[in-house]
């Protein structure tokens, strides 16, 4: 497998669309891909998840559907969030930020629900979907469709402002309702440098030279 798997982008589309690109893109390239067993927490440092297969089938608007429908606001991350601003490398996980203000764990514990979600801890074992699993600074999720991490302010992030992040975070809508937040760029690039894996070095530099178009 090649590194930085592309689909076509289009000058005046817009972020919404880009990922619908992705997405379609994505199904064509996995659809007579076998399973393997390796789920995006086996992820390598220079493919990413795109390479597991948590990359069969995926399609993160279920979820995002879910949330906007229940009013919970998160923030997209990771490569989603950078599909956002353009970058042509796919992806297998959708990861989320959230404030972390229990007052939102009941709209989230439904959204993911509905989505078909379970939950599991740090560690990778289950547990139960509720709104008391959302008051852990993270919870991986799963479901047919889309699998990753819902991250809160409360994980260590070193130096990164992420509730600055949070507050300033970009609103992306369809013609269908959806609304979506997601990182500025320059917020998503801090966030790629400070991890400092490969593929995460190599989206930043991607990143920054879409700017400077």
């Known amino acids: 497998m090649q590194v930085g798997l592309v689909f076509d982008v289009w000058v005046g589309h817009g972020p919404l669309e880009l990922l619908r690109a992705a997405v379609e893109r994505a199904r064509a390239l996995t659809c007579a891909r076998p399973a393997t067993g390796r789920t995006h927490d086996d992820a390598d440092e220079i493919l990413g998840t795109f390479a597991t297969d948590s990359a069969l089938g995926f399609d993160p608007f279920p979820l995002l559907r879910a949330l906007n429908r229940a009013g919970a606001r998160t923030v997209m991350i990771g490569q989603v969030a950078g599909i ?35 939950l599991l801890d740090d560690d990778g074992v ?21 699998s990753g991490d819902c991250c809160t302010p409360a994980l260590p992030w070193g130096a990164l402002p992420v509730r600055d992040f949070l507050g300033r ?4 809508s369809g013609p269908d309702g959806l609304e979506v937040c997601y990182l500025r760029r320059e917020d998503l690039v ?8 490969p593929k995460d070095m190599r989206r930043a530099d991607e990143l920054e030279r879409l700017r400077d178009r």
Do not use: N, Y
Request: with cysteine; glycine share 8%.
């Open 84 to 118: 956002l601003h353009g970058s042509v490398e796919l992806t297998g996980d959708l990861d989320l930020l959230w404030d972390g203000d229990p007052s939102q764990a009941e709209a989230l514990s439904a959204a993911f629900d509905a989505a078909g979600c379970h």
């Open 126 to 146: 289950p547990i139960a979907l509720g709104p008391e699993a959302f008051l852990q600074p993270k919870v991986q999720f799963e479901s047919p469709q889309a």
């Open 169 to 172: 975070a970009l609103t992306a």
């Open 190 to 197: 801090l966030m790629r440098r400070a991890v400092g894996r």
